[in-house]
């Protein structure tokens, strides 16, 4: 499997990997299409993703563009392509893109975005379901779809558990884009930094989690955020107890707490 996924890694198009430091970097490397979406650039982002949860040279996955734009949603030549569609054909391609949102927020190593110019539409919603995003005071941000008779709709489910009803409300009903600043208010991204401090932001951060943070703990902390919110109270609250006991037997707990009680300094990123 594994070398079946380096060899698709070797013939990705318009995705680039790599992995530095710990963290491993997927770039939408489309910079001519403004970074724009197709069925094949989701297909080897699927793939770039798959390839990342499984290197053990990667704790933490920054996601990035090349260019001026981070990514303007559908490609032109693509909505064009909808057009002769059937239903079917719209729910197979629909269901690929969802398929996309899912890996990304259930992924078992934190995903950050760094969002170094627009994101609109469908690249606002990559944007939308980092676990962190960082970008920079230029960028803008919107879920346009309403505007051309389009719907926001895989992308809804995420937004409303980031940001809520009413934010959600505002932004997909609208179909407004909003400045960066705005994007941080309304907690669509947590951090916006001047452009030439981006790349060095987001690598001391991610450094920050794959040295001082167990990566054991934020897979497991990642996905009980996931589940949680589908549960009824008493149900979310004896998952959350099973976890913690699970927990407290792991080798990272133990080493930890060994370490805390010793006063030693402890480094995960080994």
């Not at 690929?96 to 627009?118: A, C, P, S």
Request: hydrophobic share 40%; glycine share 6%.
């Amino acid at each position: 499997m594994e070398d079946a996924l380096t060899q698709e890694l070797e013939e990705l198009r318009y995705i680039r990997y790599e992995a530095q430091d710990s963290i491993g970097y997927i770039t939408l490397n489309r910079p001519d299409k403004r970074n724009a979406l197709n069925a094949n650039v989701v297909t080897e982002l699927k793939q770039a993703f798959a390839y990342a949860e499984d290197d053990d040279d990667c704790k933490v996955i920054v996601l990035r563009a090349a260019g001026d734009v981070f990514c303007a949603g559908a490609d032109l030549g693509y909505i064009q392509e909808l057009q002769n569609f059937g239903y079917n054909e719209n729910l197979a391609d629909s269901t690929h893109l969802m398929q996309l949102f899912h890996q990304i927020y259930t992924l078992n190593k934190v995903v950050i975005g760094q969002v170094h110019g627009h994101a609109l539409a469908g690249g606002c919603g990559l944007a939308t379901i980092c676990d962190f995003a960082f970008t920079v005071p230029e960028a803008k941000f919107g879920y346009t779809e309403v505007k051309i008779g389009f719907l926001p709709a895989i992308v809804s489910i995420f937004l409303l558990r980031k940001i809520g009803e009413t934010r959600t409300k505002q932004l997909l009903l609208t179909g407004d884009v909003i400045p960066a600043d705005k994007a941080l208010e309304y907690g669509l991204v947590n951090f916006v930094v001047p452009r030439q401090e981006l790349a060095d932001s987001v690598y001391r951060f991610a450094r920050r989690l794959c040295v001082e943070n167990s990566g054991q703990s934020m897979e497991i902390t990642k996905e009980m955020i996931a589940r949680l919110p589908e549960m009824p109270l008493e149900d979310s609250l004896r998952y959350a107890a099973r976890m913690n006991a699970d927990a407290r037997g792991s080798d990272d707990c133990r080493r930890g707490i060994a370490a805390f009680l010793n006063k030693e300094k402890l480094t995960w990123d080994n």
